[in-house]
């Protein structure tokens, strides 16, 4: 999209106007291999299209500037490429967080908001966005993530060690110019914008999830408000769980959801 490339997975059925395509969205530096235990059972009943997104797995990873105007562009410009012209968007922490944005921004287009655990559920610091991107490199990203991996699960999740092996491995393997470049921006822009402004104006039923050992960066004290602000949600609570949901509750995660599109 926008002459980066992609790499896309679109399975399920195609045929079934009654049955809305859901569009996956990845988390910060995520891809398609982490819902590759909820998209199985999410494609029984729903169209389902995700897609490692700029910077991120396999696609494309220029040294240039990411931001999250960039990804809610290039999720439109990829629908528009499959002929897809309304979609449910799911994710969860920046995938959360786009969800909103583009049920804000695009409201007919995204009829229904399936989002778990968003980033941007904070109050904005401008500031604390630009000193990222002023000061923030190669060098201070692995203390980062070493940092960040420590709230991504819960220590009871049996494949916590395995998790975190397998992403450590895969950041070693694309590590470069622009996967660094995209760390930092994502999460600056991140940083810079909060949810709490648009989400009174975001009139579309919505699911709003949440593992409640998850308060890394205040995310429970941040869905509560998102709970407060948004006109039409449902909050569905995962006790015991933290924030990558899709990891460690997949097959549970990919139910709630189906349950919640066929409330209608």
């Known amino acids: 999209m926008g002459g980066i490339g992609l790499r896309v997975l679109d399975t399920g059925p195609v045929t079934d ?9 990845p988390g910060h530096t995520a891809r398609i291999e982490g819902f590759v235990d909820v ?29 999250l105007r960039l990804y809610e562009d290039t999720l439109v410009g990829l629908l528009d490429a499959l002929g897809i012209d309304r979609a449910v968007p799911v994710g969860g922490s920046l995938g959360g967080n786009l969800v909103l944005r583009l049920g804000h921004r695009f409201p007919d287009r995204f009829p229904r908001l399936v989002l778990w655990a ?16 002023r000061t923030c490199g190669r060098r201070l990203f692995w203390p980062s993530v070493r940092i960040q991996s420590r709230f991504w699960y819960a220590d009871d999740f ?7 092996q397998d992403t450590f491995d895969y950041y070693r393997r694309v590590v470069g110019p622009g996967f660094v ?14 949810l709490f402004d648009i989400a009174p104006e975001i009139a579309q039923p919505t699911l709003l999830m949440w593992g409640d050992q998850d308060h890394g960066a205040g995310m429970g004290a941040g869905v509560a408000r998102l709970q407060e602000l948004l006109p039409d949600n449902r909050l569905h609570v995962f006790p015991g769980r933290r924030h990558s949901l899709e990891a460690e509750i997949p097959v ?5 959801i189906l ?6």
């Not at 549970?252 to 709630?256: K, P, V």
């Open 118 to 133: 968003p980033g941007g559920a904070w109050t904005a610091r401008p500031w604390l966005a630009a000193l990222i991107e």
């Open 181 to 194: 470049r995209m760390y930092w921006g994502m999460a600056a822009d991140q940083i810079r914008h909060s």
């Open 158 to 164: 049996p494949g916590r060690e395995q998790a975190l």
């Open 39 to 67: 998209v199985p059972v999410l494609a029984a009943r729903h169209r389902v299209v995700v897609a490692d997104l700029p910077g991120s797995g396999e696609a494309d990873k220029p040294d240039r500037r990411y931001d």
């Open 252 to 256: 549970e995660l990919a139910e709630t």
């Open 17 to 25: 106007p009654s049955s809305p395509t859901l569009l996956v969205i």
């Open 259 to 264: 349950a919640h599109l066929e409330r209608g």
